[in-house]
């Protein structure tokens, strides 16, 4: 089930959607250069099941953006392309298609920063959202309004003059107006206070078990996006180093220590303490 079809799950779907199906997304191999120079990525491999949340962690650098962007065909706007590999979509190729077609397939992306259209009223970006489809339908609004019912009372406010939390929910109800099969979101807690961050991570997850939608992450925040994933992978310096489950991942003493600051027993380690991990690691 997804965006596409609007009746909610039961709680037998809602157990399928957390076991998760068969892969709507295959990344193989991907490597990722830029101005021909640059490489980003390096033989990235990543699968997300059909109606899971899938996080991708790891610190500032590691290739997690370029993974969002090599999905939903951005590359080409920063200079960058695939040079190797392949990414696979509901078992169709999509390497090499443009942004636009993908979306028309079901790829949705909100990117870091919550770009919104600041000019433009909270109505009209929802509106925006649903360009690949030609018209905002009622059913879409009211849908988004269901579940960002902060949004109604903001309709006519111009985005820029929203606060970072409602801008948030505006560029993930902007996206849902694609009527998405997978979802992708960018560092959606940056710079939300922890009462925030709580309540974007619950609409996410809210979407992935009344829904099904298909949902990846990109997340520093590796403790709140644990929580709510069903798998998760963690990436350095272009790499896929570790992946699991989620509870695999919170329970894994290099993950505890190195990005939930947790030490033996469960007691937090402070910055000093940590900030020379990589020499530590055993799978560098």
Same mark, same amino acid.
């Given at each position: 089930?997804?965006?596409?079809?609007?009746?909610?799950?039961?709680?037998?779907?809602?157990?399928?959607?957390?076991?998760?199906?068969?892969?709507?997304?295959?990344?193989?191999?991907?490597?990722?250069?830029?101005?021909?120079?640059?490489?980003?990525?390096?033989?990235?491999?990543?699968?997300?099941?059909?109606?899971?949340?899938?996080?991708?962690?790891?610190?500032?650098?590691?290739?997690?953006?370029?993974?969002?962007?090599?999905?939903?065909?951005?590359?080409?706007?920063?200079?960058?392309?695939?040079?190797?590999?392949?990414?696979?979509?509901?078992?169709?190729?999509?390497?090499?298609?443009?942004?636009?077609?993908?979306?028309?397939?079901?790829?949705?992306?909100?990117?870091?920063?919550?770009?919104?259209?600041?000019?433009?009223?909270?109505?009209?970006?929802?509106?925006?959202?649903?360009?690949?489809?030609?018209? /905002?339908?009622?059913?879409?609004?009211?849908? @988004?309004? !269901?579940?960002?019912?902060? +949004?109604?009372?903001?309709? %006519? =406010?111009?985005?820029?003059?929203?606060?970072?939390?409602?801008?948030?929910?505006?560029?993930?109800?902007?996206?849902?107006?694609?009527?998405?099969?997978?979802?992708?979101?960018?560092?959606?807690?940056?710079?939300?206070?922890?009462?925030?961050?709580?309540?974007?991570?619950?609409?996410?997850?809210?979407?992935?078990?009344?829904?099904?939608?298909?949902?990846?992450?990109?997340?520093?925040?590796?403790?709140?996006?644990?929580?709510?994933?069903?798998?998760?992978?963690?990436?350095?310096?272009?790499?896929?180093?570790?992946?699991?489950?989620? /509870?695999?991942?919170?329970?894994?003493?290099? @993950?505890? !220590?190195?990005?939930?600051? +947790?030490?033996?027993?469960? %007691? =937090?380690?402070?910055?000093?303490?940590?900030?020379?991990?990589?020499?530590?690691?055993?799978?560098?």
């Amino acid at each position: 089930m997804t965006l596409r079809d609007r009746s909610p799950a039961t709680p037998e779907g809602a157990h399928q959607a957390s076991s998760g199906g068969d892969p709507v997304l295959r990344l193989h191999n991907i490597e990722v250069i830029y101005d021909r120079v640059v490489l980003a990525l390096r033989g990235v491999s990543i699968e997300v099941a059909e109606g899971t949340i899938a996080a991708l962690l790891g610190p500032n650098g590691a290739g997690k953006s370029t993974t969002l962007k090599a999905v939903s065909g951005l590359l080409p706007t920063e200079r960058g392309e695939i040079s190797d590999g392949h990414i696979r979509f509901c078992d169709r190729d999509v390497t090499h298609l443009d942004a636009a077609a993908r979306v028309r397939l079901g790829i949705s992306l909100c990117m870091e920063g919550r770009h919104v259209f600041k000019h433009l009223t909270v109505a009209d970006n929802l509106a925006a959202g649903a360009y690949t489809r030609g018209t /905002a339908s009622r059913e879409d609004l009211d849908l @988004v309004y !269901e579940y960002f019912p902060r +949004l109604v009372g903001l309709r %006519r =406010r111009a985005a820029g003059y929203l606060s970072g939390g409602e801008q948030q929910q505006l560029v993930i109800g902007r996206a849902m107006m694609a009527r998405p099969s997978l979802l992708m979101l960018d560092e959606p807690s940056l710079g939300l206070a922890p009462t925030l961050v709580e309540d974007i991570f619950g609409y996410i997850a809210r979407l992935n078990r009344e829904l099904g939608t298909t949902v990846l992450v990109i997340e520093q925040n590796a403790r709140q996006a644990l929580e709510v994933a069903h798998r998760g992978y963690v990436m350095e310096q272009g790499r896929i180093v570790l992946e699991g489950s989620a /509870a695999q991942l919170r329970n894994n003493p290099d @993950v505890k !220590e190195f990005y939930l600051g +947790l030490g033996e027993h469960g %007691r =937090r380690k402070s910055y000093r303490d940590v900030k020379h991990y990589k020499r530590r690691k055993h799978w560098l």
